[in-house]
């Protein structure tokens, strides 16, 4: 029997100090000389989706419910749910379990192996943000979590806002 060995996009220089195999993904868990932050985190492995649907007011992928105006997000049961457009919700999978059979429902689509998915965290990640991207992730009239689609260093991309102070601050970046 052949084994799948799935591959992130991406590669950092620094070493894997400690890894761990998940779904045939090589996940990084510790790299030498990491230091105090803020963090570039890869989340390729974790699944991702996109739902498309006329009604989805009725849908309740992982028996959630799904934020009802563009640009918002909700975060229940591990699972973030982003409000893209009237018929498009994108889902990223952040828990542990393995909720793959989500797959089998209509209008769903697996973009985990499409996509790159990294994390940005830290206490001073936003001024650093500032410099690559014109999109205001500390708007103080958006409660997080929140999406925003646009550009982040010129590459369009999903960028979700989490937190914005903090040592857990940062944000969810995923493109194409």
């Known amino acids: 029997m052949i084994e799948l060995e799935r591959i992130s996009p991406v590669v950092y220089k620094s070493t894997p100090v400690k890894t761990e195999n998940r779904d045939n993904w090589e996940v990084v868990m510790e790299y030498s000389g990491e230091g105090d932050g803020p963090y570039l985190i890869d989340l390729s492995h974790k699944p991702r989706f996109d739902l498309q649907d006329g009604e989805l007011a009725v ?53 985990t192996e499409a996509t790159v998915f990294v994390a940005l965290i830290g206490k001073d990640i936003f001024s650093i943000c500032e410099k690559l991207s014109a999109l205001d992730f500390m708007d103080p009239t958006r409660t997080a979590p929140f999406l925003f689609q646009g550009p982040f260093s010129h590459v369009p991309c999903q960028i979700v806002t989490l937190e914005r102070e903090g040592d857990n601050a940062g944000l969810l970046l995923t493109c194409s």
Do not use: K
């Not at 952040?94 to 909720?99: K, P």
């Open 59 to 111: 849908r309740q992928p992982f028996g959630i419910s799904l934020p009802e105006t563009p640009g918002s997000s909700v975060f229940e049961n591990g699972i973030l749910a982003n409000r893209m457009n009237r018929t498009q919700v994108s889902l990223y999978n952040l828990d542990n379990e393995d909720n793959s059979t989500i797959i089998n429902e209509p209008g769903i689509t697996d973009v």
